[in-house]
């Protein structure tokens, strides 16, 4: 039987205990940074500290550890070493960026509080690059200003609201019942009879046909044995795309033209463009065709973009390839870390099936009505998601007034870093934050932690338009697994680490042995 604990909400726990005196402290912290913060505003006569004041690595240092020591492809890491060397804050230059970073939750809500109304991510964004390059419109992620506020309210009403990404379970279900197909299949044509080897490659294939499902409305066939070539090439320019950009944000302008990253970046957006535009339109005809005939539209996502009126055709081309890459990387790369750690720990995943099939019997498939009863399912994906951020750097800039942060103070338009890798591992918050332990997350057994210390998805305005679909489709395909499957990790299979190439990544190739379970009655 399934512990009573398992059933249990998730919340953080209500006992007090160090950890949580530490929480409560962080948030007086908090309070009294902001309370400085409005203060400094109207004081002046206070003499405030600026950029360079704060400490930090110089620009040679800067160089060394990422150009020299190879932290690159490691610059989460380099996040951890430098929150130990400076502090909880830190100042850094890198060519023409001047960046404030920030490492602890209690700096971070200051900040986040002071956003404004038109948040930036980035000032010199290399997605805008490309759209103005190109003389393509923005989307909700290049967009800014009013502008962008009102695409997103487009976007929100059909992404964000918890009863509109419960529509989208029909389509969930059904793409993962052909990756559940999928798996058996790959597991029989292996020499052991139960083994997938490569799961990051394989989940990157289901969220990406999943994610497509419900923006195009269409399946483009992801998941068969061979894929279609444009399907394929629409993959492998998406990941193109990533992979060059890390190299182009850092390397200055005048190596475009001499070294080969800037233009496969370019072309890999350009082929990103290229297959979603097309499928728009296809999209587009049907529905002229069905007026035409004065038949019924009928549609979720694309067809309420095209349909509605609310947004402009450019502004469709725009938005809807922006918002494909938002779920793709979310929803495979945290189940592949999942189902990492619970094929080496048998006893967790054991409590986890009990829990499943207690909530959604294996007589019919699980629906999002089902996931509210399963807490430790959900706590996994929260753990995986505090130690794997998918996005584990990101950035604000406000522009609309100066912040001010205890007793510093930033101009307008200051860059500010937001360290959510380092975060999300801070020892003040999390016991021993490098263990991957779902319970923590669990009402009565939890413990607490700062509300800004794992912001997977994001924050306030801009935090994550797709974050409703992208738990539900985690959540469902979690379920489906592990009904059918008892999860054993590959004899070969190493302690895997992460890469960051603008995503959270595995090193190397997770293979994972797939034991069938028995049917249940």
Known sequence: MISTSLRRCLLPSSRVSPLLQTCRTRRTQARALHGAAAAGVTQGDKKMKTFDDLPGPSLLTNLYWVFIRGYLLHSHELQLIYKKRYGPWWKSEIGKYRMVNIADPAILEVLMRQEGKYPLRNEIDLWRTHRELRDLTYGPFTERGEKWRALRTVLNQKMLKPKEAKNYAGSINEVISDFMTRLQELRRQSPSGDTVTDMANELYRFAFEGVSYIVFETRIGCLEKHIPPETQKFINSIIQMFKNSVYATYLPQWTRPILPYWKRYMEGWDNVFDFGNKLVDKKMSEIQSRLEKGQEVQGEFLTYLLSSGKLSLPEVYGSICEVLLAGVDTTSNTLCWSLYHLARDPELQQS??????????????????????????????????????????????????????????????????????????????????????????????????????????????????????????????????????????????????????????????????????????
């Open 352 to 521: 986890l099936y009990e829990e499943v099939i207690m909530a959604a019997p294996m007589d019919r498939i699980p629906v999002a009505d089902d996931i509210t009863h399963m807490p430790l399912l959900r706590a996994v994906i929260k753990e995986t998601l505090r130690l794997y951020p998918v996005i584990p750097t990101n950035a604000r800039i406000v522009h609309e007034h100066e912040v001010v942060i205890g007793d510093y103070q930033f101009p307008k338009n200051t860059l500010f870093v937001l360290s959510h890798y380092a975060i999300s591992r801070d020892e003040a918050n999390f016991k021993d934050p490098g263990k991957f332990y779902p319970q923590r997350w669990l009402r009565g057994e939890g413990m607490a932690h700062h509300p800004f210390s794992s912001l997977p998805f994001g924050y306030g305005l801009r935090s994550c338009v797709g974050k409703r679909i992208a738990e539900l489709e985690m959540h469902l395909a979690l379920s489906r697994i592990i009904r059918m499957f008892e999860i054993k990790p590959d004899a070969k299979l190493e302690n895997i680490k992460s890469i960051a190439r603008i995503v959270l990544s595995p090193s190397k190739k997770i293979n994972l042995r797939f034991i069938e379970r028995k049917s249940e009655r």
